[in-house]
């Protein structure tokens, strides 16, 4: 179920997103977004402090989220994927379900490591593993229940 095609009645053909490719573009685009926000200085604090990783960088997305260097790649990649991925149905959904399963793990790891630890190398404070929590949860769902209005379409 990739992208649906439509044959207007002048006869152009036009492009159709399913609601999973959709939510995956969209998903992509606020992952591209933030990555290139964690180096705007104003919406990053103390963006004169950004390290490559590790804890020591005292850079804060919004002031809130712990931001490096390494981080903002990771966004900017896991936008750059969601945006590519979403080009198919099968892709959008692999990108939700996958990238939602990499947050929960890294929820998962930065609940369980030292904050002011060197194995904190991303870095993550609670801020951040909260929004993990909630994004890794949130990109699974869309892409179950999302799937399974799919699945429904094609009976």
């Given at each position: 179920?990739?992208?649906?095609?439509?044959?207007?009645?002048?006869?152009?053909?036009?492009?159709?997103?399913?609601?999973?490719?959709?939510?995956?573009?969209?998903?992509?685009?606020?992952?591209?977004v933030?990555?290139?926000?964690?180096f705007?200085?104003?919406?990053t604090?103390?963006?004169?402090?950004?390290?490559?990783?590790?804890?020591?960088?005292?850079?804060?997305l919004?002031?809130?989220?712990?931001?490096?260097?390494?981080?903002?790649?990771?966004?900017?990649?896991?936008?750059?994927?969601?945006?590519?991925?979403?080009?198919?149905?099968?892709?959008?959904?692999?990108?939700?379900?996958?990238?939602g399963?990499?947050?929960?793990?890294?929820?998962?790891?930065?609940?369980?490591?030292?904050?002011?630890?060197?194995a904190?190398?991303?870095?993550?404070?609670?801020?951040?593993?909260?929004?993990?929590?909630?994004l890794?949860?949130?990109?699974?769902?869309?892409?179950?229940?999302?799937?399974?209005?799919?699945?429904?379409?094609?009976?």
């Amino acid at each position: 179920m990739d992208t649906i095609h439509t044959r207007h009645s002048h006869g152009a053909r036009t492009a159709r997103r399913s609601p999973m490719q959709t939510a995956s573009l969209v998903v992509g685009v606020v992952f591209l977004v933030v990555g290139v926000l964690g180096f705007v200085p104003g919406v990053t604090s103390n963006v004169d402090q950004l390290q490559f990783a590790g804890h020591q960088s005292d850079a804060m997305l919004l002031g809130v989220f712990e931001v490096s260097v390494l981080h903002n790649i990771v966004h900017l990649l896991f936008g750059v994927a969601g945006i590519a991925l979403a080009r198919t149905w099968q892709g959008a959904r692999s990108f939700l379900l996958g990238g939602g399963a990499v947050y929960l793990v890294l929820w998962l790891y930065g609940m369980l490591i030292g904050h002011d630890t060197a194995a904190n190398f991303v870095p993550l404070n609670s801020a951040d593993n909260w929004l993990h929590l909630l994004l890794g949860a949130g990109m699974i769902a869309l892409g179950l229940l999302l799937g399974r209005r799919a699945v429904t379409e094609r009976l």
